[in-house]
């Protein structure tokens, strides 16, 4: 491993560790002489391991940190680390703020030592520069002043098994539609499609309320990999700051997001949003479906009709709607049902309250582990869910590869594939709710025209021989398009460019560009 100490001094670094040392001054221990600001490394491209410079780039001007920070970027092998510390001049001027003149000597440097400071930087600006340069994977501690750890983008790995992920699993996520099943389903698809995946188990019980909490937890996972000089890509899963715009506006928050180096969304409206929010490129990533555990099931839709709802009850979903659309769509009839599984997630009492004492409407607050869920599909006939925020659902594609004809709305992210030949849409209605009073951020949703819901409640009864042919084809798309593997599909085209240098994350910051299921130039 060949490491390289630049601007190393009076005083060799580690030399006993193999490091070898450059400077502008020959100096007993000096391998390399160079003036960095203004000639090339003496060094091979794709040669260099490791690169430290602690307390150089100060001394360089503004005009000159791109060429040199360039040379970095040359002479690493791909995966390649530096490791940069600087003067925090934030901290300094807060000093000189307070009355400590002694910052000015940290702010300007001390000719007598050597050059003078010609450049400062804030945690912001050094991992700006670095983005710049074209490093991946930069972050930003305050130690030593500021200390940057950046990667040169890693080489062309196109053999499978070669490119690695680093996908973060939480202990006691074994509900029904936890985060859990989804990082469960891409590290299945991810091998079977042939490629390598390290996975981190993060014990947290519970989903973090506090978001910054929830984004520190995918960099915790990023630091243990750096630790292991493994180079990954990390990818962060957005799927609470697309409903919530209000909490991701808090400033550490933010900072956080820009930390990632691709943000996957759950559908093009939801990533157009985060987009606006963040410096990090956006990716569209559909949900998927688990084709082993959801079978087609056989359906007999001549007799009684059974409309199923499996998810929380909560105002996100549109639960409440549900049985008060019931009962206006069949005051009277005997030969159909509703079922509502909450899995003990959300308040049921407003869906309760509209159920009344009909004794056709069951509303089940029992849990269930996501294992369970295909015999809970083989109990109804259309599935309904009425999203009101564009949010990951897995249960629609999930009912859909059993083989159920849906009822939907245009919010959640199954708009984006679902159509009428699976079913039927549900338009919005006039009326918003404020996402804000429900503890969701600062949001209004619109909320399901409540007669359209009745409308296609009653088509789907009067128009029994429509369901069968609706759920020939669901099956069909969902096993062909909507299974874990197949949404990796659309995905790792540009995880791959990226990860083979033929695509730069900073060329994608700085483009609108965004992904979907066709493609990912959209």
């Known amino acids: 491993m060949r490491k390289i100490d630049i601007g190393s001094g009076r005083y060799p670094y580690k030399p006993e560790e193999g490091w070898e040392h450059l400077d502008i001054h020959p100096y007993p221990h000096v391998e390399y002489v160079c003036d960095i600001a203004h000639e090339k490394l003496p060094f091979e491209d794709n ?3 490791y690169i430290r ?19 970095f970027l040359r002479v690493l092998k791909p995966g390649g680390r530096v490791e940069i510390s600087v003067p925090d001049m934030e901290e300094l001027c807060k000093q000189l703020l307070s009355g400590n003149y002694k910052a000015l000597e940290g702010i300007y440097g001390i000719p007598i030592q050597g050059t003078p400071h010609l450049t400062g930087f804030t945690s912001e600006l050094l991992k700006d520069k670095l983005r710049d340069a074209g490093f991946v994977r930069v972050v930003v501690r305050k130690e030593n002043g500021l200390t940057a750890t950046a990667f040169k983008p890693p080489i062309a790995v196109r053999a499978k098994g070669e490119m690695k992920f680093a996908v973060s699993l939480r202990s006691k996520w074994d509900k029904a539609w936890s985060w859990g099943v989804m990082y469960e389903g891409y590290i299945k698809g991810l091998r079977q499609l ?13 989903h973090p309320e506090d978001l910054s909490e929830r984004i520190e937890i995918h960099i915790d996972i990023a630091t243990s990999l750096e630790r292991r000089t493994l180079p990954v890509l990390l990818i962060g899963m957005t799927e609470i700051m697309v409903e919530s715009p209000g909490w991701v506006e808090q400033e550490p928050v933010r900072k956080k997001l820009n930390d ?57 979903n549109g639960a409440w709607l549900i049985p008060e659309a019931f009962r206006i769509a069949f005051p009277h009839e005997k030969d159909v049902k509703l079922l509502i599984f909450t899995g003990g997630k959300g308040e049921t009492r407003p869906l309760k ?15 269930y ?8 599909l083989a109990r109804g006939h259309v599935f309904i869910h009425l999203a009101l925020a564009p949010t990951w659902t897995l249960t629609v594609p999930e009912a859909m590869m059993t083989g159920m004809p849906c009822i939907v709305t245009r919010a959640g992210s199954f708009a984006e594939y679902f159509s009428e030949e699976f079913g039927w849409f549900v338009e919005l209605g006039e009326s918003c709710i404020d996402a804000k009073e429900r503890g969701w951020g600062i949001a209004h949703w619109r909320v399901p025209a409540i007669s359209d819901i009745v409308r296609w409640m009653r088509y789907a009864y009067e128009h029994r021989g429509e369901l069968k042919e609706k759920a020939i084809k669901a099956a069909k798309y969902a096993r062909e398009h909507l299974t874990w593997a197949a949404a990796l599909k659309r995905f790792l085209p540009l995880v791959e460019d990226v990860w083979s240098g033929k695509v730069t994350l900073e060329s994608l910051r700085k483009s609108p560009i965004l992904v979907n299921q066709t493609g990912w130039r959209a």
């Open 260 to 316: 990632f180096d691709l943000l996957a969304a759950p559908s093009q409206s939801a990533a157009v949003r985060v987009r606006g929010l963040t410096s990090t490129p956006v990716l569209v990533l559909n949900e998927g479906v688990d084709p082993d555990l959801f079978k087609f099931i056989p359906r007999n839709f001549d007799d009684e009709l059974v409309f199923i709802y499996i998810g929380a009850a909560s105002d996100r």
């Open 353 to 367: 309250i509209r159920a009344g004492s009909d004794e056709r409407i069951t509303i089940d607050e029992s849990e």
């Open 369 to 376: 582990s996501h294992n369970e869920i295909p015999n809970l």
């Open 47 to 49: 040669s260099v391991d």
């Open 194 to 206: 042939g490629y390598d995946v390290v996975g981190f188990f993060h014990e947290t019980g519970e």
């Open 53 to 71: 410079a602690s307390h150089v780039l100060e001394h360089i001007h503004p005009d000159r940190l791109g060429f040199v920070l360039g040379e």
